[in-house]
């Protein structure tokens, strides 16, 4: 029964925590125990509980880019201890291992992968960033016997001068191709206006050469214009009254047809002139 009574159970604890016991007569063991029922000897063994989840951990570094500027970089963690070694890391860093260890081995992973790239570098290509940052510090992270889930940045800043001098520049370059548009549109403009003009000189050369060589164009167009004139006054609600002089029908030069005809050819027209009568005197 003395036997019994020198046994207390040993409970590490919820889900997620294991144990390691430390002996006054031999030290720490490197036994660990899992969640559950287990046994101590009282005065002789004192158990040490470790939470073996994922804790997240924020650590935000004030460093430089490739081209010296200030970068302001927040990181997120979520770290946990390597159940297989709880004794090592118990002997070198105690139960507080993570403020001991991941505050320095952030900032100095961090400071190496940030002086790798350039300012616009590190926003363009943030997901490299991440990677980089991810695989130095999990390798770093393996000497202390802490096994990192993930590692993202979670901030990514620069110095309001450096701020205000990218939107200056994002402004410039906005306002510069906005010019070169008006530009283009001014260029096209100009050839639309040339070809415009070009259509309108052949169209006159062409005019000029059918009323030449056929009279009865201008007829023609006599025809359309009077056409046009009275089926723009059918649809008016007014009554009005066409005579050929508004129809342009009656339009007739001092010449004929003929010899407007013969005068688009350069032809002189024939005059006739008509000798007085004399009258004989009584």
Known sequence: SSGINAEWPLRPGDGGHRSILFSRLGGLKDTVYKEGLNFKVPWLHKPIIYNIRATPHRTTSLTGSKDLQTVNISLRVLS??????????????????????????????????????????????????????????????????????????????????????????????QEAQRAAILVERAVQERRQKIVQAEGETKAALLLGEAIADNSGYLKLRRITAAKTIAETMARSQNKTYLTSDSLFLNIRDTLGD????????????????VAPEVVPEA
Not at 117 to 128: C, E, G, H, V, Y
Not at 259 to 272: H, W
């Open 80 to 173: 946990r201890p390597d159940p297989n070694n709880l004794t090592t890391i118990c002997r070198r860093l105690g139960l507080d291992f993570n403020d001991r260890v991941l505050p320095s081995i952030v900032h100095e992973t961090l400071k190496s992968v940030v002086a790798q790239f350039n300012a616009s570098q590190l926003i363009t290509q943030r997901q490299s960033v991440s990677d980089l940052v991810r695989e130095e510090l999990i390798e770093r992270a393996k000497d202390f016997h802490i096994i990192l889930e993930d590692v993202a940045i979670t901030d990514l800043s620069f110095s309001p001068q450096y701020t205000q001098a990218i939107e200056a520049k994002q402004v410039a370059q």
């Open 258 to 273: 003929d010899d407007l005809y013969k005068e688009s050819k350069g032809i002189a027209p024939v005059q006739v002139r």
